[in-house]
């Protein structure tokens, strides 16, 4: 029998009720016992329910357990005790971490039995719930399976060694299209046209095209794929990927169409405008790099942090620009000529930039300048330790997160390999006896001694990681 930590708690009466609220139960031979008070924090759970209903309301109790002992007070369940032990976790964390080496299939429906909504799942173990079907649903269509297919090929890099292919692919074609947008600026490599003037080179053009026709196809797969069209263009990646490939169309547009219907001043200025939201596809890289999407994650954490940064700093600049101000204009040659002018040295002057173009002259300005420095400084210093600890937390999942998926690709590659043995032995029809002795031989050794080292390992790797938690 093993015991979930109970947290003790006081009542009003001052009396420690916990015994009382106390339930022992049974999952598939593991006896536990629980604490009524916690369970009862998710009153719509299969527990909480179970724990509220009468003891002499027979029907209401075998309905929602297996077996019931009326002189223990214990219910049966014939449950998975291994799932079991994860969902526990939500009445007393809030989140539930799936242990490597349940099937999620199962998970869920075990989820679904307690009456735990998959909302409870931590982020870092979402990833069991996109593996548990890459061998496909034999009750799906052939159109929905290649649809599925084609989208963890352009979506999960994990889930195979083309998925994988591909999204290097696309990180060199990020790469190269940046490059070459870089390059194209430079007047050395840049062509005279017809009219004199400096163009890209026909080889980066090419080469630019190129890339924009891989983004374009790499888009529409994407999109054709995605179960969920509306939450495809909403997405703010999508958006970016999209920015990235629209200008290029859009000037091909202009150049060929768009001089029968403007000047050709304007034609050349709307083309340059589009153009530099080429820099774009530089975000595509965030898609590729676990540690962009770290970083943006914790931002994305941090917006209280950062909105109380902008809010101090915004304090500072328009009292220290104001006392700039006033303290200057007794100089005679003083650089603060307005207020709105004195935000911008005052902007310098805290994010410790200082590029000299503006300066106190005056001594009580020189102090100005020095306390609004160091309040620069302390304003930043205060928001960045919750923000590193945000980067840090989702750095960490982020790292459970793959190496959850890299062992279980490992575990799909071995029951794929042991199911093409067992069909290879199946199908050596010569040796009947021989072929039946090697079964019951596999059945009986190697079968439950992989499973018992997979066990002990996974055992282990649950606890590491738990611990890194």
């Known amino acids: 029998m093993w015991t979930i930590p109970k947290p003790r708690y006081k009542n009003c009466n001052k009396l420690d009720t916990r015994d009382e609220a106390e339930m022992a139960v049974n999952i598939g031979g593991v006896r536990l016992v629980l604490d009524g008070d916690v369970l009862n924090r998710y009153p719509e759970s299969r527990l909480a329910e179970l724990i509220n209903c009468s003891t002499l309301n027979y029907d209401m109790i075998y309905s929602l357990c297996d077996d019931y002992d009326p002189g223990k007070n214990e219910f049966y369940f014939d449950r998975d005790p291994d799932a079991f032990r994860c969902i526990i976790d939500v009445y007393y964390f809030g989140e539930i971490h799936i242990k490597r080496g349940i099937c999620p299939i199962c998970f869920i429906k075990e989820m679904e039995f307690w009456k735990i909504h998959q909302s409870y ?39 195979s060694l083309p998925a994988r292919g591909i999204a290097v692919a696309s990180f060199l074609f990020v790469l190269v299209s940046s490059v070459v947008m870089c390059v194209g600026t430079i007047p050395e490599v840049q062509v005279e046209d017809e009219e004199g003037d400096l163009v890209e080179h026909p080889m980066l053009e090419a080469i630019e095209t190129a890339c924009i026709g891989w983004f374009t196809v790499e888009y529409l797969l994407r999109f054709v794929s995605c179960p969920n069209k509306l939450h495809f263009f909403l997405s703010f990646m999508n958006i970016i990927d999209f920015m990235a490939i629209i200008p290029f ?140 600890n945000n980067f840090v937390n989702f750095y960490n999942k982020q790292k459970v997160l793959e190496t959850a998926a890299k062992h279980e690709l490992e575990l799909m590659e071995l029951q794929s390999s042991d199911d093409s043995l067992m069909k290879a032995t199946r199908t050596c029809g010569a040796a009947g006896a021989l072929e039946s002795s090697m079964r019951t031989s596999r059945s009986d050794n190697c079968i439950p001694l992989l499973e018992e080292s997979t066990r002990t390992l996974k055992s282990k790797d649950y606890c590491s990681e738990t611990e890194s938690f």
């Open 249 to 388: 169309y859009v000037v091909l547009t202009l150049t060929y169409l768009g001089t029968a219907m403007m000047d050709l001043a304007k034609v050349q200025q709307a083309v340059q405008a589009l153009r530099i939201m080429r820099i774009a596809r530089v975000f595509k890289l965030a898609r590729h790099s676990s540690g962009l999407q770290t970083f943006t994650y914790a931002l994305k954490r941090s917006f209280k942090e950062l909105g109380l940064l902008l809010m101090y700093m915004g304090i500072g600049i328009f009292v220290f620009s104001a006392l700039g101000y006033t303290i200057e204009q007794s100089h005679p040659e003083t650089l603060f000529s307005s207020i709105p002018q004195s935000f911008w040295w005052a902007i310098i002057t805290m994010t410790t930039v200082g590029y000299g173009d503006i300066y106190p002259k005056t001594t009580l300005g020189k102090c100005n300048a020095a306390i609004s420095f160091l309040c620069g400084v302390i304003a930043i210093a205060l928001p960045i330790h919750p923000i590193i």
């Open 121 to 159: 799942l931590d982020e870092c173990c979402k990833i069991k719930l996109i593996l548990d079907d890459l061998d496909g649903d034999p009750s799906v269509n052939c159109s929905a399976q290649c649809l599925k297919f084609l989208w963890k090929l352009m979506e999960k890099p994990e889930s």
